[in-house]
């Protein structure tokens, strides 16, 4: 009979025995062909593998695919060590405070559930705030949950793909990094972590105006000059420093400008109010510098150049200022889209600031359905010269594929993003994305769509998309059913 000694030896790839059951196998030749990859079996080699083994390998798995000589028979049971029988690990103590491996986290929102462990409570009050009784940025991602599919079958989705192009630029996914200001509240590398990320994984950066890094570092983190780069931009009451800004951007080879037009004056967003905020923020626009209210919160403080005559008068004079293409960032209305259609832009961003700005504003992805029926209705759509974009709540590639069908070119992410560098730098961001091209496959696969071209109107039920569940507030420290009160002296105590 064979001693356990003996199986310990061959513990590695060129010799990997393994016990099942008792008996010793020889593994070895059929490590390449195990379905579930050589590693598996490797974690076992030289041990007892039965524990694992069973649950997943109907009987006599081992016996039909191992020829005969590999089955090397008993193994003396009284020479397996007690301690190594039952080789187990102590159960591990769960760590609340511990930031978790970047492998576990395995989709975007498990992005915020850390960040809000590594962010200073005023960061997280800044990037997590949505405006009023943040109606609205709940309700851009519950929109999602109202739009449901209806795959089609027995296509060939072998290959898939979901590379697509943004305003003529090509992009590996239909996902763009939206604009957020202050990147350094998260991380002391700010913006360029989105930089460095967007570049290796082949997605676009939209650089907000009011980034903490510098324009000049944030187009000097590209990957390689052939990184393409998007700008956003807050229009400010002096137009001088706004055309500087976009010259400026169109030099440094910036494809397309996003003007950002839902805050001519900015949301209340009350946790960020009630934060008293002196970090150092990008207030480099502000002329005034002495009246900076640091009491209205981070967003507040350094907002105050924007200018809210803005109009679309000024329109003309902004396509008179730059080649770049033009797109209105924060449209809300099919009446707004048609417009910009109609005036030649190069598109819109149906978006509601990630909840930060108008409450009870409509989420983009219902917006979405009311513009490309009206913009049908006129002959404007499809048009690839004036594209449509959404952004406010996604989360998932399903929600993507979901914008996709109903007729948006791509779509922004905002916080998921800002949240995944906060907590890993990069390397956060590059994960998030590489999990969301994970998640495009499979749903690109199980819905019977090989490219975005296949993913048509027709895959999504979006008939419960105009359904808004009425919302009441929560007051302070009121509950409609009051804890009932300990009754004393009751009969039988
Ligand atoms: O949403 C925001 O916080 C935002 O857009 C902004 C605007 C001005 C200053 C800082 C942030």
């Not at 039909?64 to 020479?79: F, I, M, Q, Y």
């Not at 905020?277 to 502000?286: A, K, L, P």
């Not at 329109?315 to 080649?323: I, K, P």
Request: some cysteine; hydrophobic content about 40%.
């Amino acid at each position: 009979m064979l001693k356990f000694d003996e199986v310990q030896k061959h513990n590695n790839k060129d010799s990997c025995w393994v016990i099942v059951h008792g008996n010793a196998y020889d593994v070895t030749e059929f490590l390449p062909d195990h379905p579930g990859g050589a590693g598996i079996i490797l974690k076992y080699a030289g041990k007892d593998a039965t524990e694992e083994y069973d649950p997943i390998h109907p009987p006599g798995t081992l016996e039909e695919n191992l020829p005969k000589e590999k089955c090397l028979g008993p193994v003396d049971p009284s020479t397996i060590k007690e301690e190594v029988k039952t080789e187990k690990k102590p159960a591990a103590k769960l760590d609340e405070d511990a930031i978790p491996p970047l492998s576990q986290c395995l989709n975007l929102y498990d992005f915020e559930v850390i960040a809000k462990k590594v962010l200073k409570p005023t960061a997280w009050a800044y990037y997590s705030s949505g405006a009023d009784d943040e109606v609205t940025m709940r309700e851009n991602t519950s929109a999602f949950g109202r739009i449901w599919f209806r795959p089609r079958i027995l296509r060939d989705v072998s290959k898939v793909d979901y590379s697509t192009s943004l305003l003529g630029q090509k992009s590996t996914l239909p996902v763009y990094i939206t604009a957020t200001a202050l990147g350094k509240l998260g991380h002391p590398e700010g913006e360029k972590n989105l930089t460095v990320a967007a570049g290796k994984e082949g997605i676009i950066q939209m650089i907000p105006t009011l980034a903490s890094c510098s324009f000049d570092e944030i187009v000097g983190a590209r990957v390689d000059e052939n990184q393409v780069q998007f700008m956003q931009l807050y229009v400010n009451s002096n137009r001088k420093i706004t055309e500087r800004i976009i010259q400026k951007a169109e030099a440094a080879g910036v494809k397309g400008l996003f003007v950002t037009v839902d805050a001519p004056q900015l949301g209340r967003r009350e946790k960020d109010m009630r934060m008293k905020f002196d970090d150092v923020g990008s207030n480099e626009q502000n002329q005034n510098k002495d009246t900076v209210d640091r009491s209205q919160g981070a967003a507040r403080a350094i907002s105050s150049f924007i200018d809210p005559s803005l109009s679309w008068d000024d329109l003309t004079w902004l396509r008179s200022v730059t080649r770049m293409p033009i797109v209105l960032k924060g449209v809300q209305t099919w009446e707004d889209a048609v417009r910009a259609a109609e005036m030649g832009l190069a598109g819109v961003v149906l978006s509601n600031h990630g909840g930060r700005q108008l409450d009870f504003a409509r989420s983009g992805i219902e917006v979405l359905g009311e513009v490309v029926e009206a913009l049908k209705a006129r002959n404007l759509f499809p048009n690839p010269m004036f594209q449509i974009f959404v952004d406010g709540g996604i989360r998932r590639a399903s929600d993507v594929l979901k914008a996709v069908a109903m007729g948006a070119t791509a779509v922004g992410i905002g916080r998921p993003f800002l949240y995944a560098y906060s907590a890993y730098g990069s390397d956060g961001v590059v994960h998030a994305l590489q999990l969301l091209k994970a998640e495009m496959e499979m749903n690109m696969r199980l819905l019977g769509a090989p490219t975005l071209k296949d993913v048509v109107p027709e895959m999504v039920d979006a008939r419960a998309l105009g359904t808004h569940v009425n919302f009441t507030p929560i007051s302070h420290g009121h509950q409609i059913y009051e804890k009932l009160s300990t009754a004393v002296g009751m009969p039988n105590e």
